[in-house]
């Protein structure tokens, strides 16, 4: 399991667990290779939240300086045709962006916490069973994430089964987060209220023990369903995932005191019974900039492969960040490939610039996209979805849409069900007639009918 990985989405075992525990006192597993890691430079941000004395040192190892600089590489040309293809369906904002304001909402403030139950340690410890093992959701930057069980009315522990059920997500005193952000997630969930953000339904401050307590998301993360589940998470669900996410972000960006999400990746949107998305861990989120200001001058933090790369190589915040890393998501959606993968051949590894050629030419398009869905996905709907991601992938921030736009561009495009489907003469027609040159092994269907599907040659994977 990925260790800045803050979303939870998968059991874990009871040797899953001890080898936590021995690597932490003997500091086995050290230098693993990750897919992706967190980027952050040192400084503490509790004295800045009007929570004096709770500032631990939480600086990663990891640098900005780490980042390959081919990430931070773009084409001019293949950008041009994203952005002209976009425009044309996507009204993009060039109004300057807010100013910036490094006040934080304080946890002193009855308002942020009011409504928050506050638990003891003895009544989350009965809640989880002990922090037993079995009981373990996945792990992130904070430490363990167990499932628990809570009465209704109040923090009293329940049996399994029964009353509310909750995730309990502890704070690893050494871990990559620390002090810091858990102060931030109490101030930011404790007064943001939105069907897209998870729910925080309490905490634990008790001596040295640290605690958070969540609604329970049965899904997991989409990261789990896109990259781990072996059944491909349908076409339509991705939509509904994106649009929910979108909705969550837009949110954030309009509050009364805008603020920044800096951590947007597919970990950390977590999905209930019916697939409906949420954001979670805003250890890292920040109030944006008000005012006559441009960003927010802030320590560089995010999560590699997702971060936008002004916000790298400058560490000045805006909202337009977080668009750019919802860009990334999009093309994780559309291609089931991970933001950044080591695994795949040199060319490959960045997802955003292996997928960038493709995204503004629609013959190209389709070998990109996710072959595990067998072309069970809305042809119109892909197209419209990656001229959006391209758009906010843009280099320059202020031709990136913002996220109201975002959720408008989305909106209709659950209610397409123009699927593409390979047929026996390997030949595109459209029922509507619109597209005069169509690559080759697609058809149209408005009714579709599943048929296995030999699709070889068909992607470039």
Known sequence: MIDDKSGYDEPASAALYKQKKAEEKGGEGKGQQKPWRRITAAGCVGRSLGFSGVCKSSASKDSPNNIPRT???????????????????????????????????????????????????????????????????????????????????????????????????????????????????????????????????????????????????????????????????????????????????????????????????????????????????????????????????????????????????????????????????????????????KKRPSGEQNLVSWARPYLGDKRKLYHIVDPRLEFKYSIKGVQKVSQLACSCLSRDPKLRPTMDEVVKTLTPLQDLNDFAILTSHCRLSSSQGRYKKKPEGLTYSQNFRASPLNIGKQHVR
Not at 117 to 141: M, V
Not at 175 to 183: A, I
Not at 282 to 305: E, L, N
């Open 71 to 341: 990430s931070l590489v773009y084409d001019s040309a293949t950008e041009t045709r994203c952005l002209n293809a976009s425009n044309r369906e996507l009204s993009t904002s060039n109004e300057a962006e807010l100013a910036s304001d490094n006040a934080n909402p304080s946890p002193s403030d009855n308002k942020s916490t009011s409504k928050l139950l506050q638990f003891s340690f003895h009544e989350l410890k009965a809640a989880t069973g002990n922090f037993r093992p079995d009981s373990i959701l996945g792990e992130g930057g904070f430490g363990f994430v167990f499932k628990g069980w809570i009465e209704e009315n109040g923090t009293a522990p329940a049996k399994p089964g029964s009353g509310i059920t909750v995730a309990v997500k502890s704070l690893k005193l050494d871990g990559l987060q620390g002090h810091r952000e858990w102060v931030a997630e109490v101030v930011f969930l404790g007064q943001l209220h939105h069907p897209n953000l998870v729910k925080l339904i309490g905490y634990c401050n008790e001596d040295d023990q640290h605690l958070l307590v969540y609604e329970f998301m049965s899904r997991g993360s989409l990261e789990n369903h896109l990259f781990r589940r072996i059944i491909p998470l349908p076409w339509s669900n991705r939509i509904k995932i994106a649009l929910k996410a979108a909705k969550g972000l837009a949110f954030l960006h309009n509050a009364p005191v805008p603020v920044i999400y800096r951590d947007f990746k597919t970990s950390n949107i977590l999905l209930d019974s019916e697939y409906n998305a949420k954001l979670s861990d805003f250890g890292f989120a920040k109030a944006g900039p008000q005012g006559d200001k441009t960003h927010v001058s802030t320590r560089v933090i995010g999560t590699y492969g997702y971060a936008a790369p002004e916000y790298v190589m400058t560490g000045h915040l805006t909202s337009k960040n977080d668009v750019y890393s919802f860009g990334v998501v999009l093309l994780e959606i559309v291609t089931g490939r991970r933001s950044m993968d």
